[in-house]
């Protein structure tokens, strides 16, 4: 079935470091992909999306592109902020579901 | 903006005990899902209603059951609660099927089970 695997944690970085975090995925359709941030205390909430081969998302400095050849749509920001520490989760829609990675937690440090 | 509520932020409950979680949401969702959230294992699809009085299985229903009476309201039962599904659960909606669709949650309730 339908499955997403996201680098484990915990990720601890400096403030204005880059981040990635990756994500691939097994989907037997064409899914579409996204990224949720979880905030200490806090439901999911969708950081960005892509629906399609090529497509970038982005919001608020993170970036992910859906890469079809390589099955993976990997999350980036050049330069991080301590107010970006929470919990990242990696997800694929191909129909009335979603399927969710384990989670990355991120920890950045002034 | 959306809003998904849940009732409870924190619930303790005794083995044995019936359970119920209420989820409202306000934007006129045709879909409405419950998940449990547990370290290392991401979200887990418990039930998900596509319409009032309809639901799905998801991946995980043993031990839990759901009732959508109206539109903006999906409850999650645990008949009789046991240790093993103390966790933070947390409901979602969506406005239309579709994999492009967005889910928004509510903030989550976690639920200890003595």
């Known amino acids: 079935g339908d499955s997403v695997t996201q680098m484990e944690g915990p990720v601890t970085l400096s403030e204005e470091a880059f981040l990635t975090i990756n994500c691939t995925y097994t989907a037997t359709g064409y899914p579409s992909l996204f990224w949720y941030v979880q905030y200490p205390g806090e439901g999911l909430q969708l950081l960005l999306k892509a629906t399609k081969a090529d497509d970038k998302g982005s919001n608020k400095g993170f970036e992910a592109t859906y890469r079809k050849e390589t099955t993976s749509f990997h999350l980036e920001k050049g330069s991080v902020q301590v107010s970006d520490s929470a919990v990242y989760f990696c997800a694929l829609s191909a129909g009335n579901d979603m399927r969710f990675g384990a989670g990355t937690r991120l920890t950045v440090k002034p | 903006d959306v809003k998904v509520t849940q009732s409870s932020r924190y619930l303790v409950k005794r083995t044995g005990e019936k359970v119920f979680l209420e989820c409202v949401q306000d934007?006129?969702?045709?879909?409405m899902f419950w998940y449990r959230q547990d370290p290392g294992l991401g979200l887990r699809l418990i039930y998900f209603s596509y319409d009032v009085k309809m639901k799905e299985k998801g991946d995980i229903p043993e031990g839990y059951s759901v009732s959508r009476e109206k539109k903006e309201r999906f409850s999650l039962i645990l008949e009789s609660a046991s240790t093993n599904q103390t966790s933070m659960y947390l409901c979602a909606s969506s406005l239309t099927p579709g994999p492009g669709d967005t889910q928004y949650f509510g903030p989550g309730t976690r639920l200890t089970v003595l």
């Open positions: 934007m006129d969702h045709e879909n």
